[in-house]
T-cell receptor, first 114, second 116 residues
Framework: DTAVSQTPKYLVTQMGNDKSIKCEQN?????MYWYKQDSKKFLKIMFS???????INETVPNRFSPKSPDKAHLNLHINSLELGDSAVYFC?????????????FGAGTRLSVL | GDSVTQMEGPVTLSEEAFLTINCTYT??????LFWYVQYPGEGLQLLLK?????DKGSNKGFEATYRKETTSFHLEKGSVQVSDSAVYFC???????????????FGQGTILTVHP
């Protein structure tokens, strides 16, 4: 039973296309996150939702649009994909404010834009 | 803003060697500190954490102590194994309200390779 699951695991697409990545957590957490890991392994927060409300929105192009239909899901839609969007995208979840805010991560989605 | 600095890698050790990976931080407010580990092809897993000054986090033989006076959270293990080969990330999360509440700020990661 995977706690935080992302689909797809791999995504290969052409520049200019629109794609979505889905994330689901079954931990009963109230907060979900998207992180981007670049080719040098550096991880940076993109978005965070708490109880379906956006609470963190870092400097991300507006081609990226997160959507949280409920507390257990946080999807990421990307319009007009660019070469620089190639990266590994990680979803995470936590109970905000509890126990130091331990975050649990999905296995990642490797996006390759050709 | 908040930041985390880890020692440059990669780090290559022989099995049973002693490991130290340095981590220092700057933060507004009172951060919780974490070490996460990423095995090849996998997501991040929490290795250990500390939520206040002088706390020691430990797991699987790894330890780190929250040192407020030196703003450090160095990771140590007395005897590494081949299976410890992975990327290690130091991270902080600020425990206060505001627009940054909840986000993890990561160091750049340290690649560890352990040879038999």
């Amino acid at each position: 039973d995977t706690a935080v699951s992302q689909t797809p695991k791999y995504l290969v697409t052409q520049m200019g296309n629109d794609k979505s990545i889905k994330c689901e957590q079954n931990l009963g957490h109230d907060t979900m996150y998207w992180y981007k890991q670049d080719s040098k392994k550096f991880l940076k927060i993109m978005f965070s939702y708490n109880n379906k409300e956006l609470i963190i929105n870092e400097t991300v192009p507006n081609r990226f649009s997160p959507k949280s239909p409920d507390k257990a899901h946080l999807n990421l839609h990307i319009n007009s994909l660019e070469l620089g969007d190639s990266a590994v995208y990680f979803c995470a979840s936590s109970h905000l404010g509890r126990g130091g805010n331990i975050q649990y991560f999905g296995a990642g989605t490797r996006l390759s834009v050709l | 803003g908040d930041s985390v600095t880890q020692m440059e890698g990669p780090v290559t050790l022989s099995e049973e060697a002693f490991l130290t990976i340095n981590c220092t931080y700057t933060a507004t407010g009172y951060p919780s500190l974490f070490w996460y580990v990423q095995y090849p092809g996998e997501g991040l897993q929490l290795l250990l954490k500390a939520t206040k000054a002088d706390d020691k986090g430990s797991n699987k033989g790894f330890e780190a102590t929250y040192r407020k006076e030196t703003t450090s959270f160095h990771l140590e293990k007395g005897s590494v194994q081949v299976s410890d080969s992975a990327v290690y990330f130091c991270a902080l999360s600020v425990n206060a309200g505001g627009t940054s509440y909840g986000k993890l700020t990561f160091g750049q990661g340290t690649i560890l390779t352990v040879h038999p």
